[in-house]
């Protein structure tokens, strides 16, 4: 399973959204992918996962199928998404 993070590197959001990312590698030692909502893979992947609200962290399984999604914020637990790693 793979987990992606879509937020805009200049938005309101993308402070809280650093913060967790860097806790979340300090406490489980994982790095999550960060994706740019506006860069060309970012905007096929937004199309192909329905995302419209930023920031939005998807879990995807081997086969490519999405697992869980969380929307907006506040953001979801770190134990929420460790699970999916």
Not at 71 to 81: C, H, K, Q, S
Request: charge should be negative; glycine fraction near 6%; aromatic fraction near 10%.
């Amino acid at each position: 399973m793979s987990v992606m993070v879509f937020y805009k590197s200049a938005s309101d959001h993308a402070r809280d959204v650093r913060g967790f990312l860097r806790d979340f590698e300090q406490r489980t030692t994982k790095v999550l992918e960060e994706v740019d909502p506006d860069s060309r893979r970012g905007i096929s992947l937004c199309e192909l996962y329905d995302i419209v609200d930023y920031p939005t962290i998807v879990a995807i399984g081997a086969d490519g199928q999405l697992r869980n999604k969380w929307r907006g914020v506040p953001l979801p637990t770190i134990d929420e998404v460790s699970y999916y790693v």
